[in-house]
């Protein structure tokens, strides 16, 4: 079913193409004509690619992953600064989501660990769909349900930074009546950089003056609207910055780490503070990841993340005032 379904969406985009057609959610102006710029989808049975930019992973009990993923995130000029199955943490992948939930870990890799297992995968030129079941390590109970959204908003190369929004709406599965959210410091939407990075990267917060929390060596947790990385990938100078959204179901919480790997993960202190989702409730987040060449400035990241919000204010989550916190 999920595989007929990407099909499906790819024959869509195929015959939108050729009646000149233009897929729904193109939100900037075309890039120079001189700019040898994809717009299509490529999908494969290991992979969907967006505009030669972003590559979504799937994951579950037909691939070898635990999770679906997005392996690659390139800059305006190509650059990757994603790493993936990293010998020191073989469940890094790239961009990941993952908690634990109900005592289950889906963030590691064990026998002991849950996967998130894909049911139904759809691919437009700038959209990615999926719906997730969150699966014990079983193969049979599932634990919670995701719908998953992943939109490319600029693809590369173009002036400004390659912009995506990534939304997960997590929920009990049919007949449950709640579930407990819970988890390391560094559980949420992680990014694992590349190795060149490790060791040697900067990170900065929106407010200068944000005080973060050191939970132990150079790993923190930091309150802030965005969280940027500056390292070096293959020579070059990237930037990438991640945003909170602020009708987001609980405020960001920055995990980075520079040392001895570099990671960046929004996280919503959950290992302080479980929270407990109802029937018919759902965990509600929605993150913007822009990537600029070059050491993009405060000035630079604010903007992006202003025009961020601008593009993402007809979907932003909705607040749950009845979930537990």
């Given at each position: ?11 869509f985009v195929l015959a939108a193409a050729a009646l000149g057609l233009a897929a729904a959610g193109a939100v900037n102006a075309e890039p120079p004509a001189t700019s040898p710029v994809d717009h299509g989808v490529d999908i494969t049975v290991d992979a969907i690619t967006l505009a030669n930019s972003v590559m979504y992973v799937p994951g579950g009990e037909d691939f070898k992953a635990f999770k679906p993923y997005v392996k690659q995130l390139l800059s305006p000029k190509g650059v990757n600064l994603l790493r993936d199955n990293v ?239």
């Amino acid at each position: 079913m999920r595989r007929l379904s990407i099909l499906l969406a790819a024959a869509f985009v195929l015959a939108a193409a050729a009646l000149g057609l233009a897929a729904a959610g193109a939100v900037n102006a075309e890039p120079p004509a001189t700019s040898p710029v994809d717009h299509g989808v490529d999908i494969t049975v290991d992979a969907i690619t967006l505009a030669n930019s972003v590559m979504y992973v799937p994951g579950g009990e037909d691939f070898k992953a635990f999770k679906p993923y997005v392996k690659q995130l390139l800059s305006p000029k190509g650059v990757n600064l994603l790493r993936d199955n990293v010998a020191d943490h073989i469940h890094h992948h790239a961009l990941m989501y993952a908690v634990a939930i109900d005592g289950v870990d889906f963030w590691s890799e064990t026998k002991n660990c849950g996967k998130q297992v894909p049911q139904t995968t759809s691919a437009t030129k700038d959209v990615i769909k999926d719906e997730i079941d969150w699966v014990k390590a079983d193969g049979n109970t599932v634990v919670a349900t995701e719908k998953r959204t992943i939109v490319l908003h600029s693809p590369y190369p173009i002036v400004g930074p390659t912009l995506i929004s990534w939304r997960t709406r997590l929920a009990p599965p049919a007949g449950v009546e709640s579930i407990t959210l819970t988890g390391s410091h560094y559980f949420g939407l992680g990014m694992r950089f590349v190795k060149s990075m490790d060791n040697a990267a900067t990170f900065t917060f929106a407010d200068p003056n944000a005080k973060g929390l050191t939970v132990r060596d150079d790993e923190k947790l930091t309150p802030s609207t965005w969280a940027a990385c500056t390292g070096q990938v293959d020579g070059n100078t990237v930037t990438v910055a991640m945003f909170d959204h602020p009708e987001n179901s609980r405020p960001a919480l920055w995990f980075t780490m520079g040392k001895p790997f570099s990671y960046l993960s929004a996280t919503i202190n959950l290992w302080k503070d479980p929270m407990v989702v109802k029937a018919g409730q759902e965990l509600d987040v929605c993150h913007g990841i822009a990537v600029w060449d070059g050491k993009a400035t405060r000035k630079q990241i604010d903007e992006a993340y202003r025009n961020w919000r601008k593009l993402n204010h007809a979907k932003k989550p909705e607040k749950k005032d009845e979930t537990k916190r």
